[in-house]
């Protein structure tokens, strides 16, 4: 047996159970060292210590050449899901899976042959991470960097369907709102189901959820297996067959799989404690590297949440056994998830102009909590109060709601300069309500505010009669009021003189008005008519000089 020199020997205090791997230099043998003990000693050598042997891959037949091909043994050393270790070589290996997550120590390296050399496929870079693969997450962050937006479903059992969470604290919107907060318009749907296991996943779940094509699938399973009963070999299995099925519907670069340790809990009586997560995080972090998944270890970030039963965690057997996560440990775990989702390096959606577009149907409950801004299309006349509008809601904790449509499309209102250089701006307001029950949820009525005043586009010959009276139009709460005066245009009955923009027109067809009009020596009574099309004709009585729109009023129909 080998002598451990002190300088490799950590410090240790009394009472300390820590060891140490040594190897026998004439067998390759290893063995592990207790080097804690009663006197609290700096040990030099394992004098006096019962060596506690652990398996060696050369003890599975493997040599570590850089020639033979130790797949077999590997694979064998692999199955029997006890940590061994790997001695220093080149172990040749193809098709290695290691689907229990078995850990090797050593400073062997297994190799597997690919085109122009090897490929290193065992590694230490994963040992104490929290997080990694966030390079498989391209999908989804280009999807944000391109669009804004994207679409986001989380799989999982209760601990993800949140039920027993009141509203604002489920963890699909969290994230959402999180999501907001960086500047991003994800859609987060929740697709968590209570009291199943890994296996109804894959049996029941699976392929509808991704029959819905998202660019990111958030999978959290594992705390109900030992409930009924499952190995962890099962779970492996289950998880494993799922993520292949991910994988041959989506590869890579068209969906991101965020894949989760589920969060720690204490149910020792059904199994659902340290024991059986020490080894699901074994299986899923080898399962992330195996399916190109980021992993994110909820149990590791957050383990001695486990004995918060009533504030961490929830208390549901009433004798201090938490399973699921309380608002506040699931606001935590939802800023764990968001700050692998929505990366600050990210431009968010206000810098490349992207908004996603909002339905004025949809009722105070479909916008997240705080501020939010959204596009209402780009359909000129739609069911919004103004064309084309930006629509910024804020949404209040206490179920209060206000809504603003603004509109200032200058395909509906002309450009500034065809408004004598006054930008043009529409803006209504409602108000709305909604409760935790869901039971009310709905809007009041729009209320318009008062627009900026606009300009008629004017035509056959007819311009501005001076500085101080141009003619201009405003709407308060629908009701358009013209005022004004022109001049010296073509005054033959039936000449169109002017065209009303799109937000500024009737909603009867005709309109009839009585103007007046002439010269300044004397007034002429002018019958003015304006169609649902916006277009201003002289209807009768001529208008030879000037004619005032002053007078004029209606409701607005687009």
């Known amino acids: 047996m080998?002598?451990?020199?002190?300088?490799?020997?950590?410090?240790?205090?009394?009472?300390?159970?820590?060891?140490?791997?040594?190897?026998?230099?004439?067998?390759?043998?290893?063995?592990?060292?207790?080097?804690?003990?009663?006197?609290?000693?700096?040990?030099?050598?394992?004098?006096?210590?019962?060596?506690?042997?652990i398996p060696t891959a050369t003890e599975f037949g493997a040599v570590g050449d850089g020639v033979t091909d130790d797949t077999a043994e590997l694979a064998a050393a692999d199955a029997a899901g006890e940590q061994y270790y790997l001695p220093a070589g080149d172990y040749v290996a193809t098709g290695i899976t290691n689907p229990l997550g078995t850990e090797r120590i050593g400073d062997g390296r297994i190799l597997k042959p690919i085109t122009g050399g090897y490929q290193q496929i065992n590694t230490r870079a994963d040992d104490g991470?929290?997080?990694?693969?966030?390079?498989?997450?391209?999908?989804?962050?280009?999807?944000?960097?391109?669009?804004?937006?994207?679409?986001?479903?989380?799989?999982?059992?209760?601990?993800?369907?949140?039920?027993?969470?009141?509203?604002?604290?489920?963890?699909?919107?969290?994230?959402?709102?999180?999501?907001?907060?960086?500047?991003?318009?994800?859609?987060?749907?929740?697709a968590g189901h209570s009291s199943k296991h890994t296996g109804d996943w894959v049996s029941t779940y699976l392929t509808a959820d991704l029959a819905t094509a998202p660019n990111l699938y958030v999978v959290r399973w594992g705390?109900?297996?030992?409930?009924?009963?499952?190995?962890?070999?099962?779970?492996?299995?289950?998880?494993?067959?799922?993520?292949?099925?991910?994988?041959?519907?989506?590869?890579?670069?068209?969906?991101?799989?965020?894949?989760?340790?589920?969060?720690?809990?204490?149910?020792?009586?059904?199994?659902?404690?340290?024991?059986?997560?020490?080894?699901?995080?074994?299986?899923?972090?080898?399962?992330?590297?195996?399916?190109?998944?980021?992993?994110?270890?909820?149990?590791?970030?957050?383990?001695?949440?486990?004995?918060?039963?009533?504030?961490?965690?929830?208390?549901?057997?009433?004798?201090?056994?938490?399973?699921?996560?309380?608002?506040?440990?699931n606001q935590q775990i939802a800023s764990a998830l968001a700050g692998v989702m929505?990366?600050?390096?990210?431009?968010?959606?206000?810098?490349?102009g992207s908004l996603l577009t909002r339905a004025q149907t949809l009722p105070p409950s479909a916008y997240p909590y705080g501020w939010s801004i959204y596009y209402g299309g780009d359909n000129l006349t739609g069911s919004w109060p103004v064309g084309s509008p930006s629509?910024?809601?804020?949404?209040?904790?206490?179920?209060?709601?206000?809504?603003?449509?603004?509109?200032?499309?200058?395909?509906?209102?002309g450009s500034i300069a065809a408004n004598n250089n006054q930008p043009f701006a529409e803006v209504a307001v409602r108000a709305g309500v909604t409760n935790s029950a869901g039971t009310l949820d709905a809007w009041h009525y729009w209320t318009s505010q008062p627009s900026l005043p606009v300009t008629p586009y004017l035509s056959s010959g007819w311009v501005d009669f001076n500085t101080d009276c141009k003619p201009r139009m405003?709407?308060?709460?629908?009701?358009?009021?013209?005022?004004?005066?022109?001049?010296?245009?073509?005054?033959?009955n039936g000449t169109i003189f002017a065209t009303l923009p799109v937000g500024f027109r009737p909603r009867q067809n005709p309109e009839i008005f009585l103007c007046q009009g002439g010269t300044t020596a004397s007034t002429t009574p002018v019958s003015v008519r304006i169609l649902s099309t916006g277009a201003m004709s002289i209807l009768a009585g001529g208008a030879a000089g000037y004619l005032s729109l002053s007078g004029i009023t209606f409701e607005a129909g687009s």
């Open 2 to 53: 080998s002598t451990i020199p002190a300088a490799d020997l950590p410090l240790i205090s009394p009472g300390d159970t820590d060891s140490v791997v040594g190897v026998d230099e004439a067998t390759g043998a290893a063995r592990r060292f207790p080097i804690g003990g009663p006197n609290g000693l700096l040990l030099g050598d394992a004098s006096g210590f019962a060596p506690i042997p």
């Open 129 to 190: 991470q929290h997080v990694f693969g966030r390079e498989y997450l391209w999908k989804w962050l280009d999807t944000l960097r391109t669009t804004g937006g994207g679409y986001a479903l989380l799989s999982g059992d209760s601990t993800t369907e949140n039920t027993h969470l009141s509203d604002r604290y489920k963890i699909h919107q969290l994230l959402a709102l999180q999501g907001f907060n960086a500047g991003w318009r994800a859609n987060i749907v929740n």
């Open 223 to 329: 705390i109900n297996d030992p409930f009924y009963g499952r190995s962890i070999t099962d779970f492996a299995t289950s998880l494993r067959a799922g993520l292949a099925q991910c994988r041959t519907a989506y590869s890579v670069d068209e969906m991101a799989i965020l894949l989760c340790v589920p969060n720690a809990t204490a149910d020792t009586p059904n199994n659902r404690d340290e024991r059986w997560y020490e080894q699901v995080r074994l299986v899923v972090r080898q399962a992330a590297r195996d399916y190109q998944c980021c992993m994110v270890d909820l149990y590791s970030m957050f383990k001695d949440a486990r004995g918060g039963a009533g504030y961490w965690l929830d208390d549901p057997f009433a004798d201090g056994r938490g399973i699921h996560p309380m608002e506040t440990l």
């Open 342 to 352: 929505f990366p600050a390096g990210q431009y968010p959606r206000l810098a490349n």
């Open 391 to 413: 629509i910024v809601t804020f949404r209040s904790m206490n179920g209060h709601a206000v809504q603003w449509a603004y509109s200032t499309n200058s395909a509906l209102h």
């Open 474 to 492: 405003t709407k308060v709460n629908n009701i358009v009021t013209l005022s004004g005066l022109i001049k010296d245009g073509t005054s033959t």
